[in-house]
């Protein structure tokens, strides 16, 4: 069956930095998810990309669909405090009706 | 606007007793509905997801069932819990097939003692 795989599973970073989590399908995809689910919370949607290539931007994030559509990445910029939190990514594959999660990449940001 | 309701927020129970957990949407119809469990610091495991009343998909054979006896109704029990079955409980949902989008309802954290 379709796997959908994260990494890094955890991150450290100082407030200021970068952050980068990748996600990776074992198949082709129609979409990709993102979803940020903060300490105690429950997952929110952030956004969908669809099209090969796709870059879009939220503030500080970014994010890419590959262009095979197999792979996604989201990047944040100079983090902050908010953005504490664990970011898991979705994707439904081509020929697939249910949405795959991947296991999170847990973030903290050091003051 | 559509929201997702769960309760209780907050449980504790012993080992062998039942449970009955509720999720009810509001402002749509005929939602697809999904029962996952998240495990402290894990990912997230669905357990059932509904197309419709009385239809339900188990993903994963365990202790708990789920019913849907009303549209927006979706309700996950068990007759005897396990020490295995705490974590976070959570309810989603998604409009029909034309999205692949989920909203998540607040969540129920379960321990069992």
Known sequence: ?????????????????????????????????????RPGGHPVFLIQLVKSGEVKKQKRLTFQFGEAKKNSSLHITATQTTDVGTYFCAGRETSGSRLTFGEGTQLTVNP | SQTIHQWPATLVQPVGSPLSLECTVEGTSNPNLYW???????????????????????????????????????????????????????????????????????????TVL
């Not at chain 2, 979706?74 to 989008?101: E, H, P, Q, V």
Request: contains cysteine; aromatic residues 12%.
């Open chain 1, 1 to 37: 069956g379709q796997q959908v795989m994260q990494i890094p599973q955890y991150q450290h970073v100082q407030e200021g930095e970068d952050f980068t989590t990748y996600c990776n399908s074992s198949t082709t995809l129609s979409n990709i998810q993102w979803y940020k689910q």
């Open chain 2, 36 to 110: 996952y469990r998240q495990a402290a610091g894990r990912g997230l495991q669905l357990l059932f997801y509904s197309i419709g009343i009385d239809q339900i998909s188990s993903e994963v054979p365990q202790n708990l069932s789920a019913s849907r006896p009303q549209d927006r109704q979706f309700i996950l029990s068990s007759k005897k819990l396990l020490l295995s079955d705490s974590g976070f409980y959570l309810c989603a949902w998604k409009s029909g097939r034309r999205t692949d989008t989920q909203y998540f309802g607040p969540g129920t954290r379960l």
